[in-house]
């Protein structure tokens, strides 16, 4: 079994097999420091984290260091949900819709005004304004929203048959993660699902630079269950060459 990141044998390890990377981040862990001392809460944090890494790159701060890269990735979420049942005619609620990096490919497919995008960064969503002008996407009408939390008051009961968050949960402690759960399944259509990746463990449960959260997935099983939520570990997920896992919520009857 792997050791987790967090420890100290697996940093002084890594260290060892990649020097030219310790510069780096160390100069990291300085600013993520920094941000968290002056953030109230997670979210807080994680938001001046993306204004930081949008300002550099937009693409890098959805975690895609190259275009080539931002493309394919998009373009593998797409191609998923669309061999396991997205339709012209669903709306469609992305969580963490970043630059669009897959949004682009649903706004595209869905029926014009179908597509919701939210994300807890005004800056990379002003990325993703640019995304859906470059794209030629306008005539689409997505919606895109910046939100302070996920209970999504905003949003109305039973309007969505499809929501989709790729690499949040990964980037998530629990009770964010539980606030989430609390509240999704009043905005799912019945019939409808909610797919999401995480970084997952086998070992014990951790986190690093409370950036990168590692979870078992009978805890997040669990933890769907106790708000009337059936979750699915997705399997065949785990052929795409994608390091997450992917998990398939829906509405318990």
């Not at 005004?122 to 990325?127: H, Y």
């Not at 995304?131 to 969505?160: C, N, Q, S």
């Not at 997952?200 to 997040?220: A, M, N, P, S, W």
């Amino acid at each position: 079994m792997t050791r987790p990141r967090s420890s100290l044998a697996h940093q002084a390890s890594y260290a060892l097999r990649h020097p030219h990377k310790v510069i780096p981040h160390l100069r990291r862990l300085a600013r993520d420091t920094w941000l968290r001392l002056h953030s109230r809460d997670h979210i807080a944090y994680y938001r001046a984290v993306m204004r930081s890494d949008t300002a550099r790159s937009p693409e890098g701060a959805v975690g895609s260091h190259t275009h080539k890269r931002w493309l394919a990735l998009g373009q593998m979420q797409f191609d998923y949900l669309l061999e396991h049942g997205l339709k012209p005619e669903c709306r469609m609620l992305e969580i963490g819709c970043g630059n669009l990096r897959a949004g682009r490919l649903f706004i595209d497919y869905l029926h014009t005004g179908n597509y919701y995008g939210i994300d807890i960064s005004p800056d990379i969503l002003m990325a993703a304004q640019d995304t859906v002008a470059d794209h030629g996407l306008r005539d689409k009408l997505p919606h895109l929203t910046p939100v302070r939390d996920l209970r999504f008051a905003f949003l109305p009961d039973e309007h969505f048959d499809v929501v989709h968050a790729h690499s949040v949960f990964s980037h998530s402690p629990l009770e964010v993660i539980d606030e989430c759960f609390a509240h999704v399944g009043r905005i799912m259509r019945p019939g409808g699902w909610f797919d999401f990746t995480f970084d997952r463990t086998e070992g014990k449960e951790h986190q690093v630079l409370r950036e990168d959260f590692y979870y078992r997935t009978e805890t997040l099983v669990r933890l769907a269950g106790q708000y009337g939520l059936d979750a699915v570990f997705m399997d065949d997920w785990e052929r795409t060459p994608h390091k997450q896992s992917k998990i398939r919520v829906t509405r318990r009857a």
